[in-house]
């Protein structure tokens, strides 16, 4: 980039674009192009969507053998399935005759799924059963084994989270996360039953790029004093604390595009709720949660935090909400939310969280409703011909890294912050220019600590 | 007469309630509802399919593992969709050890000619 207009102005939408253009991170500048041009976008979903670790399902939505769920890796439609043997599957949800759709269903038990077309039937490990005809078939000498449903690459879970990808040269999962699985466990790994799903999904679209919406919960604590602060009123009867006055409390920590900002204040997301039962509840289990992990990660167990997995899986602790931004062309994503609780909690807590994460982080949820006008509006106003060709500033806290510090990852001090946002587009640069899975830089290797 | 009977072991019968077993008729699905014995031919009459892959469902019914469709197993008469041709039943006579099942001879229950699937499905 050459000084405060980085962006060659003479790019068109319709022209390719050179990734080494759109982004400054270290001068803090990044083209806004990375939320408008189709090119890219096309782009994205060859070597982001096709190709990270994607969160597919929770263990807890599908129990027994034929239980499943419907989702999608980028606009790939695909079917998570548990196995007779309690393994769990994936398939692309399309039949390989003539291209319908096998499964109409968000969720379910089958013990075959069959094409609505031609009655193609599959079982639920992807093998093709038969189809109606299949004399017809027969005496073509039609080849069974070569015709089931397409299979995703690789499938594993962390602490309950199933994630799959595309890529048969994807690293292991455990890499993919790396030492974010050291802070995956404070809200994951609470106890020995872990977490579960509570009530169905909520699903809604939004008119947004998907990276506003993941750098938003990958490291965005700026916005909820300014953001929210009428929400937060309308919920608790007061604003939201001045984060940036306190850096020492709170944390940036990131690692290959995964970040999570969050402060040491135990029980601040949940406090967002209005329910002290659930406060309590925090607090009695605190100290079992040092005890079990240690004090630093006990103190993350609600605090106000927000956290992306890389690409578009998003949390948020405390406030108990778990969401993937699913993308729908360049200016739209389709947002599927569920419900985290601890499986040892007791029934009313449980019950409490589902009402309290519905009042805030659904459609109609007060916080939700908040980013949502935000994220709709950063993407339209890009329609400008000259407005995309303007800079955007993600430049602050540029000398915040600590670097004398055991906690794993790239730690940041506090979480009013932009650097999680930079290494989440750091990452992203990093998948856009490379061609394989061997080609994506190696920045950070996952620590003795994180395992 | 001695060839069109076939004897089966009630010990070499599935624990589930459906059998496959085999004979010079081809294969054979033998089923047992609350401790009565029935038997039909194992290949669906809509597309291939083996029914003692299937289960067993309310109404002494077997659905067809591959679309799902549905016979009446007393009677073989084919009642959810996609079946429309009924199964060749086989009478079963339980000795007490063993079941004779006679390839030649039809259930009690078979559905009289015409009758089939009436479900419009």
Not at chain 1, 48 to 63: D, T
Request: negative net charge; contains cysteine; hydrophobic residues 35%.
């Amino acid at each position: 980039m050459n000084g405060r207009k980085g962006i060659d102005p003479q790019t068109s939408c319709r022209e390719d674009v050179a990734l080494e253009s759109l982004m400054d991170l270290d001068k803090g500048r990044m083209s806004r192009l990375v939320f408008q041009h189709p090119g890219l976008y096309e782009r994205e979903l060859e070597r982001i969507f096709a190709r990270c670790w994607l969160f597919v399902a929770h263990e807890s939505q599908i129990p027994k053998a034929g239980d499943y769920v419907t989702t999608y890796m980028g606009q790939d439609n695909v079917i998570i399935v548990r196995q007779k043997d309690g393994g769990i599957k994936g398939f692309l949800n399309s039949c390989p005759h003539r291209g319908n759709k096998v499964c109409f269903a968000d969720a379910g038990n089958a013990r075959q799924f069959i094409c609505n077309y031609h009655g193609w039937s599959f079982a639920i490990d992807g093998r093709l059963k038969g189809m109606h005809a299949s004399e017809a078939f027969d005496s073509t000498g039609f080849d069974f084994e070569g015709h089931g449903l397409h299979p995703v690459a690789r499938i594993d879970s962390y602490r309950g989270l199933v994630f799959a990808t595309l890529d048969d040269r994807a690293p292991d999962l455990a890499d993919y996360l790396g030492d974010m699985r050291y802070y995956l466990d404070a809200v994951f790994d609470m106890d020995d039953e872990g977490t579960e799903f509570v009530g169905g999904c909520v699903k809604s679209v939004i008119r947004c790029n998907w990276k506003l919406a993941a750098e938003n919960f990958v490291g965005d604590a700026l916005h909820a004093g300014w953001t929210h602060d009428s929400g937060a009123r309308a919920m608790v009867g007061e604003g939201v604390d001045d984060l940036h006055k306190s850096p020492e409390r709170s944390y940036q920590v990131n690692f290959n595009g995964h970040g999570w900002e969050f402060n040491q204040d135990i029980i601040g997301n949940c406090a967002s709720l209005g329910d002290k039962e659930l406060v309590k509840y925090l607090y009695a289990m605190q100290p079992r949660v040092a005890e079990r992990l240690d004090d630093f990660r006990s103190r993350m167990i609600g605090s106000i935090s927000s956290c992306t997995i890389f690409p578009n899986t998003s949390f948020l602790a405390g406030q108990n909400t778990f969401r993937t931004w699913h993308p729908r062309g360049p200016q739209e994503i389709e947002l599927h939310v569920w419900t985290f609780v601890n499986k040892s909690a007791p029934p009313e807590i449980k019950e409490r969280w589902r009402k309290g994460s519905m009042l805030t982080f659904s459609p109609s949820g007060v916080f939700e409703m908040d980013d949502g006008e935000n994220w709709e509006y950063a993407t339209r106003t890009n329609d400008g011909y000259v407005t995309r060709r303007q800079d955007l500033y993600i430049g602050l806290g540029r000398h915040t890294r600590v670097h004398d510090t055991s906690l794993p990852g790239n730690v940041y001090q506090g979480q009013v912050n932009e650097a999680n946002q930079r290494a989440f587009y750091q990452r992203w640069l990093d998948l856009m220019g490379a061609a394989v899975w061997s080609d994506v830089p190696r920045r950070d290797v996952p620590t003795e600590a994180a395992v | 007469m001695t060839q069109s009977v076939l004897e089966v072991g009630k010990s070499e019968l599935a624990p589930e309630g459906i059998s496959r077993v085999d004979s010079p008729e081809g294969f054979i699905a033998v089923y047992e509802l609350d401790g009565a014995y029935y038997a039909t031919q194992d290949g669906c009459t809509h597309a291939r399919a083996s029914l003692s892959e299937g289960e067993i469902l309310e109404g002494e019914l077997i659905e067809c593992p591959v679309h799902g469709g549905t016979f009446h197993i007393p009677s073989g008469r084919a009642v959810g969709f996609p079946c429309k041709t009924p199964l060749r039943t086989y009478e079963v006579v339980d000795t007490g050890r063993t079941l004779l099942i006679h390839l030649e001879r039809q259930a009690a229950a078979t559905a009289s000619d015409g009758e089939t699937n009436t479900n419009g499905a």
